[in-house]
């Protein structure tokens, strides 16, 4: 079965054919990253508008390099929650002309859901159940993934998501915008232990985490520095942040994995490109005779294999949608067939 599959959650326009859910036949990817950078962040309109412009010409893009014709697909899938509503809006439109036009089925797709299954291209051998550490731009979450399509939120962030926080360390720090790879890039020639930073624990909430108070410490820190005159070490503040992070993500999902009684690890999205947290998970992982899954850089972020990834198990299982699909901002991992 081959998928054309469409995500425009945030700055990257994505168009990919995926056949059978595991084999990536092209990805397409375009990002708008740089006109944002300008601003410091993402400007949601002009996410939008990159997405209306680049759309089409990605996808005649995908068909060409895959040597695809438009008979040949056989669903078209789209990421339609949680995102940026007008960029979601522009995808879910696109995905729904494009299936009532070959007259396919549309498959909804939950992007963080696609952030998990981008692991089903990367291992061929990885089924659930598991738990996965799902920590991208938006969201940090540990999921019990018991099936393709069965699946619950066991702790989630109560505040920012670990991407923000990267994010808003790197602009506090000058390192622009986005600002998880420069950070971790500084991060390499610093002495992690140089300044103390906080891990939160949520009570009576093992699985919770909180970023909050790690931000602003890290922006009370630069800002005593400017004041006072003191020089900042950047690699250590970043070092140091870092391993707060991961301090606050592995060992959580480590437990969870334990607790649950699975021997499978995931993680996903953009944050999992971060090398203190891959090395601290395949160290945990190692040490607690758990399986690791870490997806190559090229899947973390936002792609359209990903969602392709996830609709072929959707489409199995049913979860299919009309003309009368809409977007959404924001929504729980188990409400997708409910708003599908
Ligand atoms: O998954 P993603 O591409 O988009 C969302 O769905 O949100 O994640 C983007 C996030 C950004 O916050 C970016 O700064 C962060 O992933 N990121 C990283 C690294 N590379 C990207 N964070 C830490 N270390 C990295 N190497």
């Known amino acids: 079965m081959i998928i054309l599959s469409v995500e425009s959650t945030c700055d990257e326009t994505a168009i990919a054919l995926v056949k059978d859910g595991r084999e990536v036949l092209t990805d397409q990817i375009f990002s708008s990253a740089d006109l944002q950078a300008v601003y410091g962040g993402v400007v949601p309109e002009l996410a939008s508008r990159s997405h209306v412009e680049?759309?089409?010409?990605?996808?005649?893009?995908?068909?060409?390099?895959?040597?695809?014709?438009?008979?040949?697909?056989?669903?078209?899938?789209?990421?339609?929650?949680?995102?940026?509503?007008?960029?979601?809006?522009?995808?879910?439109?696109?995905?729904?002309?494009?299936?009532?036009?070959?007259?396919?089925p549309l498959i909804p797709v939950h992007h963080i859901r696609?952030?998990?299954?981008?692991?089903?291209?990367?291992?061929?051998?990885?089924?659930?159940?598991?738990?996965?550490?799902?920590?991208?731009?938006?969201?940090?979450?540990?999921v019990d993934v018991r099936g393709y399509t069965d699946m619950?939120?066991?702790?989630?962030?109560?505040?920012?998501?670990?991407?923000?926080?990267?994010?808003?360390?790197?602009?506090?720090l000058g390192l622009g915008y986005p600002g998880g790879k420069p950070v971790d890039q500084l991060s390499q020639g610093g002495d992690d232990t140089k300044y103390a930073l906080p891990v939160s624990q949520v009570a009576d909430h093992p699985y919770d985490m909180s970023f909050s108070g790690l931000k602003t410490a890290v922006i009370n820190i630069v800002h005593h520095a400017e004041q006072t005159g003191e020089e900042l070490d950047k690699a250590s503040l970043c070092a140091s942040?870092?391993?707060a992070v991961s301090d606050s993500l592995v060992p959580r999902a480590i437990a969870a994995v334990k607790e649950k009684g699975y021997s499978k690890l995931v993680a996903a999205g953009g944050v999992a490109a971060n090398s203190r947290i891959r090395a601290d998970l395949e160290r945990a992982a190692a040490e607690n005779g758990i399986e690791l899954f870490v997806p190559p850089l090229r899947l973390c972020g936002d792609n359209g294999a990903m969602v392709g990834a996830q609709a072929y198990y959707e489409y199995l299982a049913g979860n299919t949608a009309g003309s009368d699909l809409n977007a959404y901002a924001n929504m729980e991992l188990s409400e997708v067939c409910a708003k599908g």
């Not at 550490?133 to 940090?140: F, K, P, T, V």
């Open 114 to 142: 696609g952030h998990m299954a981008a692991n089903y291209l990367a291992y061929p051998q990885l089924t659930p159940p598991f738990v996965c550490l799902a920590i991208s731009g938006g969201n940090s979450m540990i």
């Open 241 to 243: 942040f870092a391993r």
């Open 152 to 172: 619950e939120i066991i702790g989630a962030t109560r505040d920012d998501a670990a991407g923000e926080c990267f994010d808003k360390t790197a602009r506090v």
């Open 54 to 104: 680049v759309i089409y010409q990605l996808t005649d893009r995908a068909l060409a390099v895959a040597g695809i014709q438009r008979s040949d697909i056989d669903a078209v899938a789209v990421s339609f929650a949680p995102g940026l509503i007008g960029a979601v809006l522009v995808g879910v439109n696109f995905a729904k002309s494009v299936a009532s036009a070959l007259g396919v």
